[in-house]
């Protein structure tokens, strides 16, 4: 039986990729929408059984505020969140709030179903391994904690950075090699690299990577210069 749900995340991109996913395998998606800072109210206002909440920094303060506000308001929706691989302090932070769940952002679509389903049935859905991590963490504190989205970024080149940035903006090849003043057959033989290096499937899947970890905010303030590529 299909899940009545809503999908928000800051990305609109991401969370209608994520919406028509979910329609696809049968479920009532009442919404998608973004920014997460204003979902509280739609999610009120339409009381979905579950609302997928996608946020790529789950340890920011008050980030997890409508969350809170849906628990107070409509207790009977259950929230799932999909982020990052969490810190404790962040997955600590969801459940806090009064989420149902936690969900890695390159979770497969099977796995976000499970865990629709657990939250609408009342149960805690987070994948033992996530838990696992985030106490081995809490005993055994890194010096200094690994960020995934510089980690990323310095795998890519300049002109890489560019075409994710593009690939997460919706351009397909076309407009890549246009927007970029190169060949069709360059622009992408830079994709599959890029995805190549980010060790993921699809340009989909690289956008919801490259967002979750704020790789592309961080992109953005990377000063872009000649790389040697065509």
């Known amino acids: 039986m299909g899940v009545r749900l809503m999908v928000v995340d800051d990305h609109r991109l991401l969370a209608e990729a994520l919406a028509s ?128 989205g510089q980690r990323l970024l310095r795998m890519l080149t300049p002109r890489e950075v560019e075409v994710l940035v593009r690939v997460a903006e919706g351009e397909d090849t076309r407009l890549i090699a246009a927007g970029m003043g190169i060949a069709p057959s360059t622009a992408r033989t830079h994709v599959q690299r890029v995805l190549m290096k980010l060790g993921v499937g699809s340009r989909l899947e690289a956008a919801a990577l490259a967002a979750r970890t704020g790789l592309l905010d961080r992109a953005a303030g990377t000063p872009q210069g000649p790389d040697g590529l065509a």
């Open 21 to 148: 996913a979910l329609k696809l395998r049968g479920h009532r998606v009442l919404a998608s929408a973004a920014p997460t800072s204003g979902s509280a109210e739609l999610v009120v206002s339409r009381a979905p059984e579950v609302c997928l909440f996608g946020t790529a920094a789950p340890s920011e303060p008050g980030v997890f505020d409508p969350i809170v506000r849906i628990g107070r308001e409509r207790p009977q929706v259950a929230v799932v969140v999909l982020g990052p691989v969490p810190s404790p302090r962040g997955i600590a932070a969801a459940f806090a709030a009064g989420a149902a769940g936690y969900v890695r952002h390159d979770e497969r679509i099977e796995g976000v179903e499970r865990a629709m389903v657990k939250a609408r049935a009342g149960e805690a859905a987070v994948a033992p391994q996530l838990l696992r991590g985030a106490f081995s963490e809490l005993l055994h504190p890194a010096v200094q904690p690994d960020d995934e």
